[in-house]
């Protein structure tokens, strides 16, 4: 049954750095601190586990020893999906009754093994994994440790809290992307982000008054102190760099545009906001960019959901037949 009204949680919270376990617990006490305050979701920022690898924007591509060196750490604390680390967060939800959404770096462990997606995992209330969205496109340097995620993981999961989705970071800033999560029927939007700008609380307004949606925007706190106890060897890149590395500054938007709360800024915290679905559906009236208000004898957007995995296992038994001369032929049999 839906609910027509409650509470939704943004959390602003420093990972462990580089340590996926430490960072998993942290999760997890911090979902429960959520639903003992009433809240129905609780919702992470982008690559909380074990971190956001901030030195990409510090270190120079062309110190090789010291990026690979990194590269292979965070790989190392990555997260398998599904895995130990999601199935503490899925027993947790659980515990708590709760949704929740948590960005983490995913290891490719169907294919090489060696390659991350920035990634965002969905569970719900009954602590099943409702799937994942991986970023379609990393931002600059991100591409050197993120590889581009899979359009089929583009996707609108409809629970008993409404039609939940998002976007990580610079991805809403992709017109139709946007546009296809609107068209999804998307009610809560989250928008988990490493951008701390004025600007991006501008984006966040806009998203929730184009789409009629509520807007979770979660950001990361991250201290210089932080990342130079547990890396050392960044000391040298960081010292032009302020005690904050991030300050966060997250958010919660509602679907006229309106701030209910936040920016939560320099500091940890928990942002709360009350959803009310009959609200949000009555601002339909006046626009609705993927119903009345769309032009589709005009405008068409077509989407990928077929998955391209780098590897395909096909069943059976193969052996090799020469025809017609030089011609080989591989046959299956089933």
């Keep these: 049954m839906n609910l027509e009204t409650f509470r939704i949680a943004s959390i602003q919270a420093a990972p462990v750095y580089m340590d996926r376990e430490a960072t998993v617990e942290k ?47 965070l790989l190392e604390q990555s997260v398998v999906i599904p895995g130990p680390a999601t199935d503490r967060l899925c027993q947790a939800a659980k515990d708590a009754g709760i949704y929740v959404v948590i960005g983490v770096n995913e290891r490719n462990i169907n294919a090489s093994g060696g390659t991350l997606f920035n990634t965002l995992i969905y569970i719900d209330s009954a602590g099943n994994l409702l799937g994942r969205h991986q970023k379609l496109v990393p931002t600059a340097p991100e591409r050197t440790i993120w590889a ?43 928008a ?32 210089k102190e932080d990342v130079i106890e547990h890396s050392v060897q960044l000391k040298p890149y960081y010292m032009n760099v302020n005690e904050w590395i991030n300050t966060g500054n997250s958010m919660i938007a509602g679907p006229n545009g309106e701030i209910l709360a936040g920016p939560l800024n320099k500091e940890e915290g928990i942002l709360y906001a ?34 391209n995995p780098i590897l395909a296992v096909r069943e059976g038994i193969p052996h090799t037949d020469i025809v017609k001369g030089d011609e080989e032929e591989v046959l299956y049999k089933e």
């Design 192 to 223: 988990p982000t490493y951008d701390e700008s004025e600007a991006w609380q501008s984006t966040l307004r806009h998203i929730g008054r184009e789409g009629r949606v509520y807007v979770v925007g979660c950001g990361m706190v991250l201290r």
């Design 274 to 307: 009350d959803v009310d679905l009959k609200m949000l559906r009555g601002t339909k009236w006046n626009l609705d960019v993927a119903g009345h208000y769309a032009r589709p004898d005009a405008f068409h957007l077509t989407i990928s959901k077929t998955p």
């Design 148 to 190: 581009y995620g899979d359009p089929s993981t583009l996707a609108v999961y409809d629970t008993d809290l409404g039609k939940i989705g998002g976007l990580i970071c610079h991805e809403n800033y992709m017109p139709l992307v946007r546009y296809s999560l609107y068209a999804q029927g998307i009610e809560i939007y989250f």
């Design 27 to 73: 999760a997890c006490k911090l979902i429960a601190t959520v639903a003992r305050n009433g809240a129905r979701l609780a919702a992470f920022t982008e690559s909380f586990i074990p971190t956001y690898p901030d030195w990409i924007w510090n270190v120079p591509a062309g110190q090789l020893s010291l990026n690979q060196q990194l590269y292979g750490e």
